[in-house]
């Protein structure tokens, strides 16, 4: 009796240690990410699994939506996360136009880094606690990683496909991607984890 309360309690911590790490069953493998969406930390979480860790760290992660205002604003956000922090956005006026990808064109923000320190300093974290990154499909929230690599930040997660996810054949995102999950998120913008320029 004893082996086997032994070998309960073994099975019990185990789990545990499984729910509450980012261990490599929960993320996904860096060889199933496509191409676009690569980071130099190589950290990965499809949207369920994401969800899953955030909600796992009791607070000691911090989620953003890397998107831009405006996306935010018209096409909802996923509400568990911490904050809105755009990685790039439209020009003021927006006068000039990207002709390779048929729309307004987006500006780096210059912004972000300090920004995402801020809003980590203001939850008691710091470079080597856990980031999570979500953009629209995945492709900016990996730069948006990257970028925080050669900021000093040691633990930058990307959430594969985003809060929108591919195309499919029709040109719609209704393939994969936060939304498409059926996970929270809402038109409903909290003020409080929108970005505000200092």
Do not use: H
Not at 43 to 65: E, I, M, N, S, T
Not at 67 to 91: I, K, S
């Amino acid at each position: 009796m004893k082996n086997f309360s032994a070998a309960f309690a073994c099975l019990v911590f185990a789990a545990l240690a499984l729910v509450t790490s980012d261990s490599a069953a929960q993320r996904l493998d860096a060889a199933r990410v496509p191409e676009e969406m690569r980071t130099q930390q190589g950290l990965y979480f499809l949207p369920k699994p994401a969800l899953q860790f955030v909600r796992a760290q009791k607070g000691k992660v911090l989620f953003l939506d890397v998107r831009t205002r405006a996306e935010a604003q018209f096409l909802g956000m996923a509400t568990p996360v911490d904050a809105l922090v755009p990685y790039v956005e439209f020009q003021e006026f927006m006068t000039d136009w990207d002709e390779t990808r048929s729309f307004y064109k987006l500006e780096p923000f210059s912004d972000f880094v300090p920004e995402v320190g801020r809003r980590l300093q203001a939850k008691g974290l710091n470079k080597d606690d856990p980031i999570v990154l979500m953009c629209r499909s995945g492709e900016r929230s990996s730069r948006a990683a990257d970028l925080l690599t050669s900021s000093g930040y040691t633990r930058v997660y990307t959430v594969v496909y985003g809060f929108e996810g591919e195309l499919s054949e029709a040109g719609r995102r209704n393939v994969n991607g936060w939304k498409n999950a059926a996970l929270p998120w809402s038109y409903e913008l909290d003020r409080k984890k929108m970005y505000f320029p200092k």
